[in-house]
Antibody, heavy 121, light 109 residues
Framework: EVQLVQSGAEVKKPGESLKISCKGS????????IGWVRQMPGKGLEWMGI????????RYSPSFQGQVTISADKSISTAYLQWSSLKASDTAMYYC??????????????WGQGTMVTVSS | EIVLTQSPATLSLSPGERATLSCRAS??????LAWYQQKPGQAPRLLIY???NRATGIPARFSGSGSGTDFTLTISSLEPEDFAVYYC???????????FGQGTKLEIK
């Protein structure tokens, strides 16, 4: 079964660092881009960035450039999203999602279950 | 940056009725448009890619159409499980970017 399994919910204080993960299985992890999507409470979906685990080519939405870092470790089929200094406004559900292969190159066909990040003092 | 505008924000219909959801792009996205369904407490699920192709396992009552700047998701006869929030999403190549619409909530009338 093709799936993405994300790490568990996190509760952090402002200024703390955090790295959440997304582990792929059931397919060739290095052959598909993995994207990250934010969903703030009660709001819509926002694309943050995307990484190709095969060579770690990474692209960011201008809205998130410099705010987060996306990385991947292909040896363990895992992608990461990290913050160096969290803010209360980072409180959200974060999803990883696999960009589809041909012909569905414009869409995310497999999604992780989401990781809830709560930042509060 | 391409902006996607979905309408209506909320659509109130009854089971068995036909639902028509709209997504308009601020500039042409060719056919690089996808539709997702999201139910409360769940991750989004891909319904349609390339504007009109159903994803694996998606029932035939879901169909997509359009190209350029105007796109439509149609649900031919609503089932109880179809009441959810629907998002459109586009991909642009240079630079590589993805954008979501703000969503349409399909609620039971």
């Amino acid at each position: 079964e093709v799936q993405l399994v994300q790490s568990g919910a996190e509760v952090k204080k402002p200024g703390e660092s955090l790295k959440i993960s997304c582990k792929g299985s059931g397919y060739s992890f290095t052959s598909y881009w993995i994207g990250w999507v934010r969903q703030m409470p009660g709001k819509g979906l926002e694309w943050m960035g995307i990484i190709y685990p095969g060579d770690s080519d990474t692209r960011y939405s201008p809205s998130f450039q410099g705010q987060v870092t996306i990385s991947a470790d292909k040896s363990i089929s895992t992608a990461y999203l990290q913050w160096s200094s969290l803010k209360a406004s980072d409180t959200a559900m974060y999803y990883c999602a696999r960009r589809g292969g041909y012909p569905a190159l414009d869409a995310f066909d497999i999604w992780g279950q989401g990781t809830m990040v709560t930042v509060s003092s | 940056e391409i902006v996607l505008t979905q309408s209506p924000a909320t659509l109130s219909l009854s089971p068995g009725e036909r639902a028509t959801l709209s997504c308009r792009a601020s500039q042409s996205v060719s056919s690089y448009l996808a539709w997702y369904q999201q139910k409360p407490g769940q991750a989004p699920r891909l319904l349609i890619y390339d504007a009109s192709n159903r994803a694996t396992g998606i029932p035939a009552r879901f169909s997509g159409s359009g190209s350029g700047t105007d796109f439509t998701l149609t649900i031919s006869s609503l089932e109880p499980e179809d009441f959810a929030v629907y998002y459109c999403q586009q991909r642009s190549n240079w630079p590589l970017m993805y954008t979501f619409g703000q969503g349409t909530k399909l609620e039971i009338k």
